[in-house]
Nanobody, 119 residues
Framework: VQLVESGGGSVQAGGSLRLSCEYSGYTRCMGWFRQAPGKTREGVAAITATSGRTDVADSVKGRFTISKDNAKNTLYLQMNSLKPEDTAMYYC?????????????????WGQGTQVTVS
């Protein structure tokens, strides 16, 4: 499974960005993580392959939306009302095994990351 993120950039507080992750192969669950300098990697949102169930971290609930287009093999993260504390490297992840969605150890496939900077 290969994952390639795009869509990061710099934006002012209150603005929006949409991250995309093109994937190849099947995974049971896909998610977005982020990591700011000096901080641990944080689970942001996840979506399951079968039911399409989504989970979103409390820190971004109501502002971020995860979705998936199976026809395009693309995972999205729509980010609205961005705050400076959302600044981080954002990673797309996939897992072929079960586990807790917000734990990075659950995932065995990772993209290279895309930087989001909010000022």
């Amino acid at each position: 499974v290969q994952l390639v993120e795009s869509g990061g950039g710099s934006v002012q507080a209150g603005g929006s960005l949409r991250l995309s992750c093109e994937y190849s192969g099947y995974t049971r669950c896909m998610g977005w993580f982020r990591q700011a300098p000096g901080k641990t990697r944080e689970g942001v949102a996840a979506i399951t392959a079968t039911s399409g169930r989504t989970d979103v971290a409390d820190s971004v609930k109501g502002r971020f939306t995860i979705s998936k287009d199976n026809a395009k093999n693309t995972l999205y993260l729509q980010m609205n009302s961005l705050k400076p504390e959302d600044t981080a490297m954002y990673y797309c992840a996939g897992t072929s095994r079960g586990g807790t969605w917000y734990r990075s150890q659950t995932y065995n496939y990772w993209g290279q990351g895309t930087q989001v900077t909010v000022s």
